[in-house]
């Protein structure tokens, strides 16, 4: 019975430690789209007679993206589609890496 406990136990903590990539990519993806968006309309706001000439680099990478209201907007859907990318890998693998250290662990492979 303490056997088969264990067992349960074990089984949860190792499903309990998965990540949903999908979720991971989704969060990632906004935390980075609201950043470019958060920065350019700060920006925008207040104003000046050069403004942001660092953050308008960005256009160098991202097509479109100017430091305007309009740019943030192309600025989110970039920052949005790499975070999610990045968050959605880093998930995939940390997933693989448990994985593998279980079927290591249990002697499978």
């Not at 949903?20 to 958060?38: D, E």
């Not at 097509?63 to 192309?74: Q, T």
Request: cysteine-free; hydrophobic content about 50%.
């Amino acid at each position: 019975m303490a056997n088969e406990k264990q067992a349960i136990e074990r089984m949860v903590l190792a499903r309990a430690m998965r990540l949903n990539a999908t979720v991971q990519g989704i969060v990632t993806g906004m935390v980075a789209g609201l950043g470019i968006f958060v920065a350019t309309n700060w920006l925008v706001l207040k104003g000046g007679p050069k403004v942001g000439p660092h953050l308008a680099l960005l256009g160098q990478f991202l097509i479109g993206y100017r430091v305007s209201f309009v740019g943030s907007l192309i600025g989110f859907v970039y920052g949005f589609v790499a975070g999610y990318l990045v968050g959605y890998m880093v998930g995939r693998v940390y997933n693989w890496a448990v994985d593998r250290r279980e079927h290591k662990r249990l002697g499978h492979a």
